[in-house]
């Protein structure tokens, strides 16, 4: 299991447990062993755990897999102000910024992407219920 990822705030390499990475221009250089992955958060649409690895859909449509968990990534995400890259459960991370509806009746979370193509995203009742009471606008 590889340790928690710590990026420089000035885009220097730091490696920890054999991954490194580094932030470049609104990009984060994932690099593990011989490979790099260069990945903009503000283009994901969301991200799928599929067993270690992960399943990135970006906005416009793209699709690639990353050799890295979620928890990995969502530390990465955390620690580099992508606020707006939200854990669903253990199987998602979600850009809350491309949500379209959000229902824990149906049990499912919708998001648009440039195409205009729904994903439609099977996410437990808790975890709904969760981003539904704290996305609530409230009135004064």
Known sequence: LLG????????????QNGLSCMLAIEKLNLGSYDEIYLIN????LYIQAEDHYSQVFYYSGLSFMLPHGLGQLD???????ADFLKRFGRRFIVNT??????????????????????????????VLREFIDGSR????
């Open 4 to 15: 928690l990822i710590q990026l420089s705030p000035r885009g220097k390499v730091i490696k």
């Open 41 to 44: 958060p503000h283009e994901i």
């Open 75 to 81: 530390e990465v995400f955390k620690r580099n102000g």
């Open 97 to 126: 910024n491309h949500i379209v509806y959000a229902s824990t009746l149906k049990q499912i979370l919708v998001l648009g992407d440039a195409t205009g193509k729904r994903h439609n995203l099977k996410i437990s009742k808790p």
């Open 137 to 140: 606008i409230t009135e004064k």
